[in-house]
Structure formats: C-alpha cells, structure tokens
C-alpha cells in the first residue's frame, strides 16, 4: 500500500505514454484529470493485488470512444460517482476499488482520478499491461470473464448498463451509445472479485509505468551510462533501430487509425532502413525487410534525445527516433493470448515469434 | 377484475386497430404472440385502476422500433421474464402488474402476452389512449414523470437499462441500441407507481377497445339499426366522409412514413373529394379544402362494408372506405396537452380545434 500523488501521476503518465505502445491516445489530457481530482480531492491509495480480499468487488474504470473528443468535452466531476452507484446497485454490494483496464495511453490516468474522488483504492495491476483497440483484448477474456455488467456514463448525467450475451456485443451496442453520446464516454466494464483480480490482472503494472516515466525523465542524470543505455536498461527495452521518420502514411478506417511509418537510418543504422505498421497501437516492425517484433510485444519509437515516446498521432516527418520492443505479459503468449492479439487477429500474415528470439543475433539488444 | 381469454383478445386486437388511428402497426402480429402466451400460461387478470394499491410498481410493456421487423423476428418466451427481472432488481421491489403504453396497434397485445407468462396482472389503462409515433407522447410527460429507468431487450437475450436525464435522451439512445440490435426489442418504460397510474393514464382503455373491437364483429346484428349507425354509436364517432381511395402518396423519412390519402366522394358523399395527412398515425383530415378534424384526436378509416380499420400501411387504391372521428382523452386538449401531440408539433399549421367544433354544422355527425 502506498499513495499516489501529482509526483507519481507526472511519471505515470510519462510511462503510460511508453507502454500505449504507440497508441491509446496520448496521456496528457488524462493526467490533467487525474492532476485535477489529486489536487481536489486528495492522494490515491494504491493496492497490491495481495492486500484485496478475494470476495471484494473490483471494477476498471476507462473511457470509451476518441480520446481527441475526451480533450474537447473533458470529464466533469460526477462520472464516476455515478458509475460507483450504478454498479454497487447492480450488485447490491459497493465496490471495493477502482482498476486501469489498461496501463498504456489517456485510460492510465482516469482510474486515478476516480479512485480520488470516490476515496476509494486503486489496485495495481490492469487487464492489458499495454494498450489494445478493442474491449474484448483483456486478459480477462482468457478467463472466460464477461465485460458486462458493463455500465456508461456521459458528461451531461446521462447512464446506461448494458448486460450482453458475447463481449462482442457489449462492445457493438456500447459503441453506439457512445457515439449518439458524442463520441466519448466514461465507463466501467469487466466487475471481477478479488480472486479473480489475483488470478488473471497484470500486477504492478502501475508501479512499472511509473519506474518506466522516472527512468525517462532522469535519463540524462546517470554518471557511467549513456542515457541510451540508461533507458534500455530501465524499460528492459530491445533496441530495434534508429533512424529518421521518411514517411507517414494514414488511413482511417472503420474508427481506427492504420497506418505505416517509414525510418531511414541514422547513427549506427545508417544506410538501413526500417518500418513499422500501426492500427492505433504499432503492430509490425521490419528492419531491411525482416520482421524484428510483432503484437502482443510492444513496440515503441521514443525520441532520440528525450527519449519521450511518440505516439502513432504525433509521428511526423523528420523526427529522430529510437525504435524499442518491450516484452508483453508472459500470458499473452499463449495460444489463447496469440488468438485474441497476436499479429493474425490484426491481419498480419505472420506467426507470433517471441521479441527475444526474432531479436536473437541481431545487433541491438539490451 | 375480470380475466382476458382468446375471445376478449380478439376483440382488443380488432378496437386496438381502430384506435391505432392509421398507426401503431397492424395488431395482427402481436394478437399471435398474445394468444400464444395465453394458451401456454393461461388467462390474464385485469385490474381496473382502482385495484391497484398507491405503492405498487406498475410498469408499461411494449415494443421500440418497427412492426414490420417484429412480423420476422419474431418475440420469444424469455423478453418479458427478463424486463421484470432488470426492473424489479433496479427498483429492489417486484413488478406488481404491467400495462400497455399505448392502445392503439401493435403494442396493445405484447403486455397482455407479458402479463400471461409472467402471472401478473394488466392494468385496465395506457399513456395516450391510441397511438402515437415518439416516446415522450404520453400523458405521464404531462404528469412530469421520467421515461427511464428505461429498460430493453432483445430476442438474443441482450439487455440494457438507459437512465437520461430527459425523456429526448431516452428516446435517442434506445433508438440506437435498438437499430444496433436489428430493429425491433421489447422494453419497459415509464415505471410508475400505482398513485401516479391513478392520476394520469388513461382509464378503462383495454375495455373500450375491446367493446370496439366487440362492436365490429357483430356490426351486421343488429335488428334496428344499420350496420355503420350500430358501428358510429358504439365508436362514439364523428362520420367525416365517405370515399373511395383514389391516391396514395408516401414518403420514408427519419425513421417515419409520411404521406397524404386522397379520397374519392362515393354515395352522399358522391362529388366531393377529401383527404387525410399522416405520420405513421393519421394528422389531418380535410373535406372539400376545410379542416374537419386533426391530431390528438383520432381519424380513422374503416371498410365501409366490414368497418374493420385501414392502417396507413394497408392504403389502397380503390378501396372504399369511411372517414370517422372520435374524440381524443380529454387531457391532450390542455395547453400542455397540445404542446406535444397538437398539430403544430407535427408540422401542420393550424389551431386545434376539437373535434365536435369542427364538425358544428357539418353533414355527417352520430
């Protein structure tokens, strides 16, 4: 048990930018929220997942919709009071503590605000230890768990509970509410117990995405390593490429953003080049045309100076970046984790290799 | 109290399409499911108003979206089981009996199937005395009481509560879960209690459909009268016009069927012409350019052989029918009354004026 105040929020946030893995919008207006309910309402307590009793109710708390519509309408202060009463009614029973459904992008930092506006703990841990697109991506669903009772909420006091038959239908009926909504809303899905938190959640997810935003910004502090070496080391990161950004290419589909982006090599990759394939998150990254890293592993371009990550909305020409793969939770490599998010899911024509062994005899490890 | 069998269904089905007014869809549909329910679960109880304690829970049952969609999917034996599980839980009290929202079309059958398979009892009243097309046109607007809880299903056994803060906003997000679910789901809405039933439903309005619906079948018993003056007394009736349909025009649009029948003068009507304007349900009736009646209250055409009524869908060319009028619930004439169902909500640039004004010195009154 710990607190969480406005200096752990600034470099979970930083972290969370970094494990959105390119996506999950960018954290900034979350952490205004969070920095916002801190300072209002007071520090958050965070909960390992050990000190949560395993009848106690634990629920995730995010957002749902286009995390550029949550920068114009913000969230007010009541969403979360009301998604607490909602759900504790459902169940006749309040809840416990409030969770991340995902620890990368803008649905880090809501969790925190609600938990300091209800005054009610944050558990460490998530259902992703990354960012991915769609509900049902949650290593909650390898445990045959419901995202429903789902329950919704807008800025303007409107709410809705929604219980399906298949998370796909959770997320079809959801997604139209949120967009007659106006595109942005916040919710509360996949309810679990303790036990079930204790047995499927990604732990101490929080706490790493803060080690990883200390570790970036105290980069430059260390006395006998390059602040490259300083940054691998912290995130445990293998470096794929470096290079400059040649070429952006969009394409809007569906509500997702895909893409391509293009890296000439500079520094010691100079002559190569590299390129990496996104649907919202990065999916695909080839150096000389052989696949170095693929979902579920994460795969991240920060800057080459500040080692800030960039997310695929903020690539833009020119821009010198680091290309970096993080090794995913150890239970998205199973069959059932590959299944649900690995590289075929998303269209990929490629077997799920794990980062460590496409990486193996190539020139930039850890 | 009194039960409602098979006979007394049919009988409703048949008033129901008469104070459908044009809309509400054929009650043919929902006469099958209701019959359906009664022969598996048994007769249903009717409990006048007055039979109802001041604290009970009365809920309204009904269909959202189109007939037309409910003729091919069908409603299964689960939907209403449902809805009073979701209700009941919301409220942590028991669903005491269920009632129709509206008299007229479809959604007068499906709460007499509900009240069947769930052994509870109907209530002898409804929320506008006919039919309308929008959520909010209910006599409990003008009580101040909410639409929501509002709480929906579909046949696949998905289900969702909506709570909004006006009655628009349930109208705007049911109808898209609705269309994500395929177009037709059975809801619950307007949970009242049984004080609130008592001061603003319309009363008695299963009997008086059924008593319609009674007057059609044995149209041709009597020994005294004639056929349309037995079926003008029993409807309490304004006798506008009789025709021949001459013209259809129809048009599609925001999810509603817009159109204008134009009428043909056959036997003392022989020479003159007429015609009626509808949205789903019929606005406006003119004979020879004036006005003789318009919305809230009812315009109808029967056959003029059988008198069974003619729903906007079911116009055609050649068919000859009467123009009647009756009288709409005496609290849609208020101001507030008029505000949501007169003829200017509906586009139409005239005054209401009742009914038996604008007939004063007419041809054809009973």
């Known amino acids: 048990m710990r607190k969480l105040g406005v200096h752990e929020i600034e470099d979970?946030?930083?972290g969370a930018a970094l494990l959105g893995a390119g996506g999950g919008g960018d954290p900034y207006v979350g952490k205004l929220v969070a920095l916002g309910a801190v300072k209002e309402c007071g520090e958050v307590t965070l909960l390992s997942p050990d000190e949560v009793p395993d009848?106690?109710?634990?629920?995730?708390i995010a957002m749902m919709g286009a995390p550029t519509v949550l920068a114009e309408k913000g969230i007010g202060g009541k969403e979360y009071r009301t998604l607490f009463e909602m759900v504790s009614r459902f169940f006749g029973k309040d809840i416990y503590a409030f969770m991340p459904i995902e620890a990368g992008g803008v649905n880090s930092m809501l969790p925190i605000a609600a938990s300091a506006r209800l005054n009610l703990p944050l558990v460490d841990a998530d259902g992703m230890g990354r960012a991915f697109p769609e509900l049902q991506m949650v290593t909650f669903t390898m445990g045959g768990m419901s995202a429903s009772p789902m329950a919704l909420t807008d800025e303007k006091g409107n709410s809705v509970?929604?219980?399906?038959?298949?998370?796909?239908?959770t997320e079809e009926l959801a997604r139209a509410v949120t967009m007659s909504c106006g595109g942005a809303v916040s919710v509360s899905l996949y309810p679990m117990t303790g036990a079930q938190l204790k047995e499927y959640a990604v732990r101490d997810i929080v706490t790493r995405s803060q080690r990883l935003g200390e570790a970036i910004r105290t980069v430059k502090n260390s006395a006998d390593k390059s602040p490259e070496e300083h940054f691998l080391e912290a995130a445990e990161g293998y470096k794929l490429f470096k290079g400059k950004i040649a070429d952006v290419l969009r394409e809007t589909r569906a509500g997702f953003n895909f893409g391509k982006v293009i890296l000439e090599g500079i520094g010691e990759c100079k002559g190569k080049n590299a390129y990496v394939e996104?649907?919202?998150?990065?999916?695909?990254?080839?150096?000389?045309?052989v696949i170095v890293a693929t979902?579920?592993?994460?795969?991240?371009?920060?800057?080459?100076?500040?080692?800030?990550?960039?997310?695929?909305?903020?690539?833009?020409?020119?821009?010198?970046?680091l290309l970096v793969g993080l090794r995913c939770f150890e239970k998205w490599r199973s069959e059932e984790g590959i299944e649900l998010v690995g590289p075929r899911y998303f269209g990929c024509d490629t077997d799920y290799i794990p980062l460590e062994e496409r990486c193996k005899g190539g020139l930039y490890h850890v």
């Open 278 to 289: 996104f649907q919202n998150e990065n999916l695909v990254a080839s150096v000389e045309g």
């Open 161 to 169: 509970i929604f219980e399906t038959i298949t998370n796909k239908w």
């Open 55 to 60: 009848d106690a109710l634990i629920v995730p």
């Open 12 to 14: 979970i946030a930083l």
């Open 295 to 321: 979902t579920p592993d994460l795969i991240c371009l920060v800057d080459t100076e500040t080692f800030v990550p960039v997310t695929t909305d903020a690539l833009k020409y020119g821009k010198r970046v």
